[in-house]
């Protein structure tokens, strides 16, 4: 599977961003597709995925962000609200089927205070 993400960029504290990642591949709707950031000398960590049976999201950004999905399309996206310093990341797509986990390249997300 290859993942390709786009949408990240520059963004004032307060304000949105949305990003979208397209798969290409062999992925169904049972298979996790999601999206986890990394910041400047922090661990790479899970923001949300979603599969057909539910969502998840990591703590620091329920009731932000909100993450969706086209099936049909075999996109994901995530539409990030209420912005912070915090979520200045580099931002990866993820999809995890039964070739094992698949990455896209990542997308910088920045937010200036």
């Known amino acids: 599977v290859q993942l390709q993400a786009s949408g990240g960029g520059l963004v004032q504290a307060g304000g949105s961003l949305r990003l979208s990642c397209a798969a290409s591949?062999?992925?169904?709707?049972?298979?996790?597709m999601g999206w986890y950031r990394q910041a400047p000398g922090k661990q790479r960590e899970l923001v949300a995925n979603i599969a057909s049976g539910g969502t998840n999201y990591a703590d620091s950004v329920k009731g932000r962000f909100t993450i969706s999905r086209d099936y049909a399309k075999n996109m994901v996206f995530l539409q990030m609200n209420n912005l912070n310093a915090e979520d200045t990341a580099v931002y990866y797509c993820n999809a995890i089927t039964r070739g094992g986990n698949s990455w896209g390249k990542g997308t910088l997300v920045t937010v200036s205070s």
């Open positions: 591949g062999s992925i169904f709707s049972m298979h996790p």
